[in-house]
């Protein structure tokens, strides 16, 4: 698909062409707005209003129009291009030594977007920001800064991503499919369980070409050594990469824990993202100071929860339950109804009961029984799903692995 790119930014056109996108550049004017209560809506209506008005524009109709706005966000202030020097300078002042947030919206024909990423400012002296205006020109860049070329004279460190700070974040255009050669990605699990991350990655993405391996003449994982998940996870892994998958998605806590550390090792070039129980949002929400976990008993068994505990949890306690008779009945797609109500029940009463106000469905068989779980907590706590947020991981690492592959060999 040709498009057009509505904005005349040299960085926009820069990682487009980095990305082998095939595009034309039409800027075209649109009068902005500045919403410091709200800085994603700012970016976002600026996206769609940049784009209707160069789709408008003679010429463009009915082409892809892609355009985007930048703003950069500090305590409760929008940052956008300073107009003149003295500006930029102040801007630089006021940001010296804070973390912002850089908000990009995107649009394409009509559908926007926004991406948030986050920079750390080195703490700037009077000497060292003119030097910076000097060097730079500073006028057409959100904030006064360019991370591209010229970044670390004042950055000291961001997160999130990196391209959205440069004005164009590659993870919307990965999610319309606008990235040529993206490799199909490929998902497995013991069985079903794994499909609800890969449904969540395809309503992201819905061009995306998936495969999925369901090992259903091995399941279930839960109770096997953890050797055995290894063996079983690699030939899963081979198959999809036989099948040219670029990206592996280990869709499955059991065999995240019990692999997904020796299968980067064996295939260091290949991306994997696994799924683990989501303990750092549940302990974020808890009021009560602890939170459930439900999984299978490999996964709690496994090095890696004790890890995410210690790491993530804070000082929340976490509260355990293996439940590999949920499995079974997630599996045979057993998802409604009193027998299915009752087993659940079982396993969530006593985390209730117990002062859980979070639930974390740490096995993907569970995510299709959310809708019980939910029922049977009836708001005492947060059900915590972690499908959307995997999801929104594997297009983080596809958008990283396509700018790397973009970049020249150095
Ligand atoms: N779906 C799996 C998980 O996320 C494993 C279930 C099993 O096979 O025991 O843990």
Not at 63 to 75: C, G, Q
Request: proline residues 5%; glycine residues 10%.
């Amino acid at each position: 698909m040709s498009l057009v790119l509505a904005s005349a930014s040299p960085r926009r056109a820069k990682i487009l062409s980095s990305l082998g996108i095939d595009f034309a550049v039409s800027p075209t004017g649109a009068p902005e707005v500045s919403l410091p209560h709200d800085p994603a809506g700012t970016v976002v209506r600026n996206a769609l209003a940049k784009g209707a008005a160069c789709r408008a524009a003679a010429g463009v109709q009915g082409r892809n129009v892609l355009s985007a706005d930048t703003i950069v966000w500090h305590d409760g202030k929008i940052y956008g291009k300073p107009r003149d020097i003295d500006e930029a300078k102040s801007f630089l002042r006021e940001l010296s030594g804070k973390t912002h947030r850089v908000y990009t919206g995107v649009a394409l024909d009509g559908e926007a977007k926004c991406e948030t990423s986050e920079v750390r400012f080195k703490s700037l002296d009077p000497a060292q920001i003119d030097a910076y205006v000097a060097a730079v020109n500073p006028l057409d860049r959100a904030g006064a800064y360019d991370i591209d070329e010229s970044g670390g004279a004042v950055v000291e460190g961001w997160s999130g991503s990196y391209e959205n700070i440069m004005g164009l974040p590659v993870e919307p255009l990965v999610e319309w499919g606008l990235v040529p050669g993206v490799a199909p990605v490929g998902f497995f699990d013991s069985g079903e369980g794994g499909r609800a991350i890969m449904d969540a990655f395809l309503s992201l993405c819905p061009r995306q070409k998936v495969f999925y391996v369901a090992d259903r003449e091995n399941f279930p994982y839960g109770a096997k050594s953890r050797d055995e998940i290894f063996r079983l996870s690699l030939a899963s892994t081979e198959k999809l990469l036989a099948k040219g998958c670029g990206t592996i998605v280990v869709a499955c806590n059991t065999a995240t824990s019990a692999a997904i550390d020796r299968l980067r090792d064996m295939f260091p070039e290949v991306p994997f993202v696994g799924v683990e129980p989501a303990v750092k949002p549940a302990a974020a929400m808890s009021k009560t100071g602890r939170i459930g976990v439900l999984a299978t008993a490999g996964t709690l068994a496994g090095e890696r929860f004790g890890g995410i505990c210690r790491k993530f949890a804070g000082g929340v306690e976490v509260v355990s339950v293996a439940a590999g008779e949920l499995v079974e009945l997630s599996e045979r797609g057993e998802t409604e109804g009193s027998a299915v109500e009752a087993a659940v029940r079982k396993r969530v009463e006593p985390l209730l009961d117990a002062g859980c106000d979070a639930i974390v469905l740490g096995c993907t068989h569970f995510i299709r029984l959310a809708p019980v779980v939910r029922k049977i907590v009836s708001g005492r706590a947060h059900v915590v799903d972690p499908a959307k947020a995997v999801a929104r991981q594997i297009v983080r690492v596809i958008a990283s692995s396509a700018v790397r592959a973009g970049q020249p060999a150095v």
